[in-house]
């Protein structure tokens, strides 16, 4: 599997399937991944993480990983807004116009 770019090598070495344990592995790294399987998965099947699939006893990794993609915005590009929702777009100091 090609990662195009994106930072998901742990991702890309799990078989097509992959279990939890395999998968929490790869998202936070082994000191977390009992954690992340406990108390995180949990909310994030919530919000839409994909489920496991009974007959290949996994979660399908190019789901995990396009679920990521979307809950950190990768595939829509990154946009920083203020709290008010007004966009922000950072300009170097020297470019900068006061007001």
Not at 39 to 45: C, D, G, K, N, Y
Request: charged share 25%; net charge positive.
């Amino acid at each position: 599997m090609s990662n195009n770019g994106l930072p998901f090598k742990a991702l890309d070495a799990l078989p097509l399937f992959a279990s939890d344990q395999e998968i929490a592995v790869a998202v936070v790294g082994r000191k977390h991944a009992t954690h992340w399987r406990q108390s995180v998965l949990p909310e994030l099947e919530r919000i839409g993480f994909p489920v496991a699939d009974t007959a290949h006893l996994g979660r399908a990794v190019p789901l995990v990983r396009k679920f990521y993609e979307t809950y950190f915005g990768i595939t829509a590009g990154f946009a920083m807004a203020k709290p008010s929702g007004e966009k922000k777009t950072w300009a170097p100091k020297r470019q900068r116009k006061t007001s």
